[in-house]
């Protein structure tokens, strides 16, 4: 029985790799079987993987008119090659390739200069950050009560707990967030599927929204406490 499994096995793994084309295939599809190319146009796949749509995976070919990104053309990887039926399929197929190229590419420039925001060492910072601004407000709950007498003094010290309560939690939000996104973009970029692109292109949007938000508020926070020890220093001690 265990035989029969195994060379069972065998033959479905056969069949399935009979049906698939390489991507080679797909470009002599798109650049000898047909001609959909303009004159001074060429062809490659990359990122050289395949991308699925509807559980059916294709390869998109990219067209290229000198150095510049001219268009794509999919091409359903089975025993024989085919464009998409479907004017959905093309656009999202299209959609996908696009921002896998752009991702791919950003990623290799991002890392050679070492400003890469999604990535491990950002996760611990965003962490940090927020155990950072817990502390800073044990701080500023003993200027307050050193500020005993100045009432005006301590509401201005109340003001920036209360936006200290905010931005701990938003710090947390984001490193949070960034594994997420680098979780995402690891499968993404390992298995890209249309029905995928939505998910990891909200994923970068979201934390994105989440920095610029923390941004704002910790400028708002900066501004307030400049204010109040401009204010301590001309508070006469002795009221």
């Given at each position: 029985m265990a035989k029969k499994l195994l060379a069972l096995m065998a033959i479905l793994l056969f069949c399935s790799q009979a049906f698939a084309i390489s991507a080679q295939d797909a470009v002599n599809f798109t650049t000898k079987q047909n001609n959909f190319l303009y004159s001074g146009e060429e062809v490659e796949i990359f990122p050289n993987t395949r991308?699925?749509?509807?559980?059916?995976?294709?390869?998109?070919?990219?067209?290229?008119?000198?150095q510049s990104l001219s268009g794509f053309i999919p091409v359903r990887d089975s025993s024989?090659?085919?464009?998409?039926?479907?004017?959905?399929?093309?656009?999202?197929?299209i959609k996908t390739a696009y921002v896998l190229r752009y991702q791919i590419e950003l990623n290799k420039s991002s890392s050679q200069?070492?400003?890469?925001?999604f990535d491990a060492q950002n996760v611990k910072f965003f962490s940090d950050l927020g155990?950072?601004?817990?502390?800073?407000?044990?701080?500023?709950t003993t200027i307050w009560t050193s500020l005993e007498g100045f009432s005006q003094l301590q509401n201005q010290v109340d003001s920036l707990n209360d936006q200290l309560d905010?931005?701990?939690?938003?710090?947390?939000?984001?490193?949070?967030g960034l594994l997420d996104?680098?979780?995402?973009?690891?499968?993404?970029l390992a298995e890209p599927d249309t029905n995928g692109l939505k998910e990891f292109r909200n994923a970068f949007v979201d934390n994105f929204d989440l920095i610029k938000n923390l941004e704002s508020e910790r400028s708002a926070y900066l501004a307030e406490l400049d204010a109040l020890r401009q204010a301590i220093a001309l508070t006469d001690p002795c009221p």
């Open positions: 991308i699925k749509d509807s559980r059916k995976d294709y390869w998109v070919v990219t067209v290229l008119s000198g024989t090659p085919e464009l998409p039926n479907s004017t959905i399929t093309r656009r999202e197929l200069q070492g400003l890469w925001l155990q950072d601004l817990k502390n800073e407000r044990i701080d500023l905010d931005m701990y939690p938003l710090s947390e939000d984001i490193s949070k996104a680098t979780s995402t973009e690891t499968k993404f």
